[in-house]
């Protein structure tokens, strides 16, 4: 049985957000006011309230807070690929995001540095993070 995964939902204020994952790139809004960075996508910043907001490319490097491991997916598409791991990582910009990890269990550790990861699933670029290459 093939089931299809399920759509990111994308909306007008995070649609240039996936426009650019779909080449490749991690883009996160900076406040032109307060130069904060801000994830997720929104029409004004949660720091200062400012709505002059700028896609900017980010690091897409960050460290993982917590995490936890899927054994029952809440989708049926996803059930496939259990054990897998979901986490928080912090961004070297300041904010933290919900991700997929492609990361082994016994690796899973609090600060471990991460990195994006693109890979197509339904012919769409998704962002996963994975181990920072090179570190021990
Ligand atoms: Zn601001």
Known sequence: MNISFP?????????????????????????????????YPRA??????????????????GRLKTWSVVHRAGHPAW????????????????????????IREKELRYQLPVEISYHVLNERQLPFFKREEGES
């Open 7 to 39: 759509e990111p939902t994308i909306t007008p204020i995070t649609k240039p957000f996936w426009n650019s994952i779909e080449q490749k790139k991690f883009t996160l809004q900076q406040c032109e006011n307060c130069e904060q960075w801000i994830f």
């Open 44 to 61: 004004h910043c949660p720091h200062c309230f400012g709505n002059r907001l700028t896609w900017r490319e980010a690091t897409g490097k």
């Open 79 to 102: 059930q496939s690929l259990t054990p897998y791991a979901v986490g928080i990582v912090e961004l070297e910009e300041g904010p933290s995001l919900l991700t997929h990890l492609l």
